[in-house]
Nanobody, 115 residues
Framework: QVQLVESGGGLVQPGGSLRLSCAAS????????MGWYRQGPGKQRELVTT???????HVAVAVKGRFAVSRDNAKNTIYLQMNSLKPEDTAVYYC?????????WGEGTQVTVSS
């Protein structure tokens, strides 16, 4: 059974930083593409970033230069370092793993950027 558990969300002031973590169950994840999506209030869910098993990354234009994804395959964990946060980054952030044609989701973690 696939399980993804996010952590690290919270309230931060504009310009601040947060680091999200996503722990995945099962050793299969070291060979899979993983990523982060987000869904802001009243908005559709959107892709933030993906990372391949070898560490190749894709980052959405809206967060390029501010967010960085990384992974530790030994720990079955991926991270999202978020710097220079803006109010428009406020969203629920979801961890995902792509296995074949299937996409699995975590429960999400709330990030609120506000003064």
């Amino acid at each position: 059974q696939v399980q993804l558990v996010e952590s690290g969300g919270g309230l931060v002031q504009p310009g601040g930083s947060l680091r999200l973590s996503c722990a995945a169950s099962g050793s299969i994840f070291s060979r899979q593409v993983m990523g982060w999506y987000r869904q802001g209030p009243g908005k559709q869910r959107e892709l933030v970033t993906t990372i391949s098993s070898r560490g190749s990354t894709h980052v959405a234009v809206a967060v390029k230069g501010r967010f960085a994804v990384s992974r530790d395959n030994a720990k079955n964990t991926i991270y999202l370092q978020m710097n220079s946060l803006k109010p428009e980054d406020t969203a629920v952030y979801y961890c995902t793993v792509f296995i074949g044609a299937q996409t699995y989701w975590g429960e999400g973690t709330q990030v609120t950027v506000s003064s």
